[in-house]
């Protein structure tokens, strides 16, 4: 166990694309509150919970899809 908390832990925290067709439509969201987009603070707050010696990646695929 002590290998996962070493200072070369690599950590990939991804933010999936919302389907258009789901209850919870994330373009129909932003219309109603008038943004171009909201950020996703779980990924943050994901990131800043975790050890800080660990090198973070975070991937918004919302913003860059692959």
């Not at 290998?3 to 690599?10: G, P, S």
């Not at 209850?23 to 779980?42: E, M, Q, R, S």
Request: aromatic letters at 16%.
């Amino acid at each position: 166990m002590k290998e996962v908390f070493n200072e070369k832990t690599k950590c990939l925290i991804v933010q999936t694309k919302f389907s258009e067709y789901s209850f919870w439509n994330y373009k129909d969201v932003c219309t109603i509150v008038g943004a171009k987009y909201l950020p996703h603070l779980w990924m943050l707050t994901l990131a800043a919970l975790l050890p800080q010696n660990w090198t973070f990646r975070l991937i918004d695929e919302m913003l860059n899809p692959f």
